[in-house]
């Protein structure tokens, strides 16, 4: 071979040398140039540093999870400890958590634009601590007023505001090709903090209390774990210079028709998952108060908590189907799934079956857990592909930008679910003495989203011919 031809050979490997970025790491642990889609750059650093974030972001979201979930379980605790509060005053105390996680996950999904995802995460772990010695605290004594107890039930809404922050920080991190499995992941290692919180607690309050409950364990179980969190993403998260996002961002996105269909979409999904575990362990003592409590030795078992760990473990296979099959049938098939199974269990609960019912909620469970991965697959692919940016000539980063401020914005839509079915059931059952009327609204719920999104992402893909693409 001659030199000529030799240095011929070499260009190609010159040119694909320079086109990949190189990573620029910097003091505070950012890096720059940052390109998930460069597959050069994906292969030799992106993939072990995106892996990296998530595992820690999964455990900062993990017991952020916890600690929104914990009231679910603490307040079918509260009458052994000696509290006496009302039903209505129980719905809020479950609810509650929700309204204010729900809310604070819109300011959540600037923070990692603002302050980068590593910094955020160190942040708001560290706020957790505030509503878990508050609880610790307040359980303590069964003199505290309702208000005190409502308002750090409240304070447990700080948990739920981290899976805004966390979901949009990943969304950087990725390729869009490996996006649903990695936000499945992301989210399901959340969402089993709820599975999680609700198999630990009865454990922890009754272990060594000697036949009464500790309740204040229920939060201080909890706090070495967060600061290992906050330790873990200070040491080994990094910050992205490229994870941009702005309020103009988001009002772009609000503009957009497909983030409010979503959003409603996604109350069906995710906030029937949150719903349903913030009342699961309610359901079952007041349908089955024989089975609310399970004694082995000397601790006590509520197995409400299979219900949220089936869900989030079917979540990122929602979205690994999602990206095989498209989202839009993942979704589709959820909601025709749990409308059908909220039917079957309403019209067999006159059976008094407990296991027929358990295992008939846990099938509602994995059907929204599947729809949860599903819906969260098809949210950055419409923004790529049919939002007005799209359609309009935007680069692929303007829409990628768009597609995270949207997400954050439509999981905090998506979560004033776990608020509404609390207080649906709560309705239902102070006007007719039963849940029946409540989970009939449900099943029209269902259908009535399972109808939405056939008509705007079924129908329009079909003659297109790209079903398979949403």
Known sequence: MTVDSTAD??????????????????????????DAEDKGQWEAEGRSIAKRNLYWSIFAE?????????????????????????????????????????????PYTFMVPKFGGRNWTIVSALLLLIPTTGLALCVANPETPFGVMFLVAALAGFGGGNFASSMANITFFYPAREKGWALGLNAAGGNLGAAVAQLVVPIAITLLAAGTVNLPMAGIIWIPLIIIAAFGAWKYMNNLTSAKGDVAGSLAAVKEPHLWIMAFLYIGTF?????????????????????????VGAVALSLAFLGPLVGSLARPYGGRMADRMGGARMTITSFASMAVITLTMIWTLPLKSFWLFLALFLLLFVASGFGNGATYRMIPVIFATSSRAARSGASSAATARLAASSLGLISAIGAYGGFVIPQVLNASNTTSGSYTPAFYGFVAAYVLMLTVCWVCYIRPARKRNTIGHI
């Open 9 to 34: 050979a070499l260009v190609p490997a010159q040119s694909t040398a320079a086109a990949t970025p190189t990573l620029e790491h910097r003091p505070g642990r950012w890096i720059a140039n940052w």
């Open 271 to 295: 906030g029937s998952f949150i719903g349903f575990a913030g009342v699961f362990p309610k359901l079952i003592k007041d349908y089955f108060p024989d089975f609310s409590s399970i004694h």
């Open 62 to 106: 993990f017991l952020g999870f916890v600690v929104w979930q914990l009231w679910s379980i603490v307040v079918v605790q509260l009458p052994a400890a000696g509290f006496k509060f009302d039903t209505n005053q129980i719905f809020w105390l479950i609810s509650i958590p929700s309204l204010v996680g729900a809310t604070l996950r819109i």
